[in-house]
């Protein structure tokens, strides 16, 4: 078995990492354990508090075998020690928040992120008496601004969902650990292959792996990778205590996709950046913002940290109502590009995001935090997740749109 400390390739590592040939059967792909619960040959405590190293499977809650393969695979593909998998991306979301975060703590977290997490760090923390400052982390002076001496957590979101603009990841680290905090990252849009978060000093990486590392659009998961004492204290208040764990048939699927993630991040990357360059210069699009064009406003950031510019375009096409009447058309019309949210899949999907209704349900931003959105969001984007088809294919099917 392929593991951390062996410095295989990413696609060997993709493929072989956490698993290996079954020892009794021989099987040569991992098997799909869906035991809740372990037979075990002396007495054991049963409390997330007698977890320790050596401790086997005792009930799935804790742990198994299917879902810990997965957990390795992941946490080989981040350089990470370790990994905890959750039942979906929002719950490796509270899994963070409610294992770093107390009454009378206080967290900075990007004024920009994905709907739920927003709205979960506007709604619930202050409920929790957990303070939180929502900040443009595209400019680290405003972090350094809000940080103060009951700072625990500074969580940022690149490329950030769904306007795609980047936070610099190694100055967040910086900051935040100046400040004694630790700093979290949703690398959903990036994959692991799009940016190294370990090496960039993000103490928590978190994953929608129900997007690019499933890849396939048929389960749900979260991930959360960081170092082994981190991830402990996860398990035990956010799998063992809060109980929101992954399905081993849904690890058994997305570990299925997770072999070819690095191939398939190529075929994204090359996909957007054809898709982006027709958007740009041969559609009706006023404005298109992906990481990999030079005209991205953060071109050079990307350049420096991202190893991979992943598979997610935002676009404007004008007014609010001609993108409402577009993303009705498209609804209609579109064949090979599916009218769906979701990301990260296969298959190409395309959803219309109007800024106004964002604001209302989700965002609330006012004055600058405003401006910078709209720098580059407009009335509201396509976020179009290119998918893996033939680019000529998903380019001539939004052409009958555009
Ligand atoms: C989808 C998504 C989530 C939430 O993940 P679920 O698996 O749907 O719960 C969180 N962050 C980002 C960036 C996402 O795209």
Redesign the pocket.
């Known amino acids: 078995m392929i593991g951390r400390n062996q410095k295989t390739g990413p696609q060997t590592t993709a493929i072989h990492a956490g698993e290996g040939p079954d020892p009794t059967t021989g099987a040569s792909a991992p098997a799909l354990h869906m035991s809740s619960t372990f037979v075990v040959d002396e007495a054991a405590g049963f409390s997330a508090h007698d977890l320790d190293e050596e401790s086997g499977f005792l009930y799935a809650r804790w742990g198994n075998p299917t879902v810990a393969m997965l957990e390795k695979k992941i946490a080989a593909m981040e350089g990470t020690e370790a990994c905890l998998c959750t039942a979906?991306?929002?719950a490796a979301?509270s899994a963070i928040f409610f294992t770093v975060l107390s009454s009378g703590d206080h967290a900075v977290v990007s004024d920009v992120s994905?709907a739920?997490?927003a709205e979960l760090a506007r709604e619930t923390l202050p409920r929790m008496g957990i303070e939180v400052s929502f900040v443009d982390m595209s400019d680290p002076a405003n972090v350094a601004e809000a940080l103060r001496h009951n700072t625990k957590l500074v969580h940022c979101?690149s490329p950030v969902?769904p306007i795609c603009r980047l936070t610099d990841l190694a100055t967040m680290s910086e900051l935040a650990h100046d400040a004694g905090a630790l700093v979290s990252c949703?690398a959903?849009?990036a994959s692991p292959l799009g940016q190294d978060c370990a090496e960039l000093g993000i103490d928590l990486i978190m994953h929608?792996i129900?997007?690019y590392i499933g890849g396939h659009g048929d389960a749900?998961?979260?991930a959360i990778a960081g170092n082994a004492e981190l991830i402990d204290r996860l398990r035990a208040e956010a799998a063992i205590h809060h109980g929101g764990v992954l399905s081993p048939f849904n690890a058994w699927l997305i570990a299925r996709g997770a072999a070819t993630l690095p191939l398939r991040m190529r075929a994204h990357q090359e996909g957007a950046m054809a898709v982006a360059k027709w958007l740009e210069n041969e559609s009706s699009a006023t404005k298109v913002i992906y990481p990999g064009l030079p005209s991205h406003p953060q071109y050079d950031l990307a350049q420096r940290q991202m190893v991979n510019t992943s598979g997610m375009i935002s676009f404007q096409v004008g007014t609010a109502a001609k993108g409402q009447e577009l993303a009705n058309k498209m609804a209609q019309e579109l064949q090979v590009v599916h009218h769906a949210v979701s990301?990260g899949h296969h298959r190409s999907l395309i959803f219309w995001m109007e800024t106004a209704g964002l604001m209302d349900s989700s965002f609330e931003l006012e004055g600058s935090q405003l401006d910078s959105y709209r720098d580059f969001a407009g009335d509201g984007v396509f976020r179009l997740s290119v998918g893996l088809e033939d680019a000529e294919d998903i380019i001539a099917d939004l052409s009958k749109v555009l």
């Open positions: 979906s991306g929002m979301a994905y739920g997490v979101e969902n949703d959903t849009f929608s129900t997007k749900v998961g979260g990301l």
